[in-house]
């Protein structure tokens, strides 16, 4: 359901456009606070690492308690949701498709159930057996009101 949802599309296509390319700054629980090993800094052990990571080290120059955060900027973080930049468009489409066919469907329907004439029934037995209908539903509901508000004012 959530890639039939047009809100996926419209959250989707926002939050890319709102948020592509900007840095991300961790928080202290966002962290990762570790020790290199002896005679390295945090720069030299982690520089093999930092070549494919995607994160950021805060102070290469120290020689304990290295902090890496596993995010350098906002793309990385909506990639997580599968939201890229490169869909922003698309998803733009799709929210336009979805507003199209919606007005068809409404202005369809309204036309099939309301202006069209099915043969084989006389419209006025139609709509008079709707309104007995109706109104049979109405006095049970109205009963049914008047019992809850009945109990609602004098409880027991």
């Known amino acids: ?25 961790c928080s202290e629980s966002e962290i990762s606070v570790f020790n290199p090993p002896l005679g390295f800094t945090c ?8 070549e494919e990571a995607p994160g950021q080290l805060y102070n290469p120059t120290a020689t304990s308690q290295c902090q890496y955060c596993p995010l ?12 890229s930049w490169n ?23 309204y036309y099939v159930f309301r202006v069209k004439r099915w043969g084989g029934s006389n ?8 309104k007995a209908w109706f109104h049979l539903t109405g006095s049970y509901a109205r009963s049914i ?9 004098n409880p027991v």
């Open 72 to 83: 350098s900027n906002s793309d990385q973080f909506l990639s997580l949701s599968a939201v």
């Open 145 to 153: 009101f008047a019992m809850w508000w009945g109990q609602a004012l």
């Open 87 to 109: 869909t922003c468009w698309r998803n733009f489409g799709i929210v336009w498709a979805y507003i199209v066919f919606n007005i068809c469907m409404a202005i369809t329907l």
């Open 123 to 130: 419209p006025t037995n139609r709509s008079s057996k709707a």
């Open 43 to 50: 720069g030299t052990y982690l520089e093999t690492y930092l």
């Open 1 to 25: 359901m959530y890639r039939l949802s047009p809100l996926t599309y419209i959250v989707g296509g926002i939050a890319a456009a709102g948020l592509h390319g900007h840095p991300v700054e």
